[in-house]
């Protein structure tokens, strides 16, 4: 695989995937450039390449999906991201979220649980020279080494929300406002929510609409939401 050959094919199909994110509501024009910017193919295997740039969610193996583009954007855009903002991703994946807050300007943290995934994300985000810190482990309980986060990105549909995770967000001071977590939560369907705290014990809780992700699996303890 040759990561230096863009060919101008695939940033035709890019900058249509943008156009047509657009016409879908995405607004934030950061987020946007973005993914305009990231290769998507090759974070997908070979026999999807031609695919890469639908807006649909691709395997990547273990029965696990690279998200559907809009979805990415979505959830991106909830984010909010600032430069140097301290991001902790769940659900790394292929690696092409990640990708996008770094491309965003962000200090991307990310787990994954499935170690060939792992690995995989780690070579190709590497390769392309892109600074992202990996682990292999289990999200649900966040990663206290880095902590605290200015923003948190759960990518797997959640039963409820891990209070680890919650725990790592910053607290608000008069600097900066406290940390954001968007997770999709729900069983066969999830509902996202942004979560923000506004204190040391205190969070607000919005909620918008409903996607459909691949389980969060972990052994992290959760708030139950109702579900
Ligand atoms: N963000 C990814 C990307 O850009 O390709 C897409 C993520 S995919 C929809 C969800 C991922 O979450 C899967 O790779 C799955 O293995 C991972 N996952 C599920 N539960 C996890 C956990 N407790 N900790 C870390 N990763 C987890």
């Known amino acids: 695989m040759s990561l230096d050959r863009d060919d101008r094919k695939f940033a035709r199909k890019r900058k249509h995937l943008v156009d047509h994110l657009r016409k879908k509501g995405i ?7 973005a993914i305009g910017d990231v290769p998507r193919h090759l974070f997908v295997e070979q026999a999807f390449q031609q695919r890469a740039y639908e807006d649909e969610a691709l395997p990547i193996g273990l029965q ?3 998200s559907q583009p809009y979805t990415v954007a979505y ?13 902790l991703e ?14 965003m300007g962000a200090r991307v943290f990310t787990i994954e649980r499935h170690e060939a995934l792992h690995k995989r994300a780690k070579h190709i985000l ?3 020279r892109y600074h992202v810190t990996h682990k292999h482990g289990d999200g649900t309980l966040g990663w206290a080494t880095f902590a605290p986060y200015d923003k948190i990105l759960v990518t797997a549909g959640a039963k409820g929300i891990p209070e680890s995770i919650l725990q790592q967000l910053r607290e608000p001071d008069e600097k900066k406002p406290g940390g954001s977590l968007v997770i999709p939560v729900g069983e066969k369907e999830q509902i996202m929510y942004r979560v923000s ?3 040391e014990d205190t969070y607000n809780y919005e909620k918008t609409t409903s996607f459909r992700f691949v389980p969060l699996i972990g052994d992290g303890k959760h708030q139950n939401l109702g579900f």
């Not at 607004?27 to 450039?33: S, Y």
């Not at 959830?75 to 991001?87: A, C, E, F």
């Open 27 to 33: 607004e934030d024009e950061r987020v946007l450039a």
């Open 64 to 66: 696990q999906t690279i």
């Open 75 to 87: 959830q991106t855009t909830m984010l909010d991201i600032k430069k140097n903002d301290r991001v």
């Open 90 to 103: 769940i659900g790394t994946g292929s690696g092409y979220q990640a990708a996008i807050l770094y491309k």
């Open 126 to 128: 590497q390769q392309l």
């Open 197 to 199: 705290r506004t204190g």
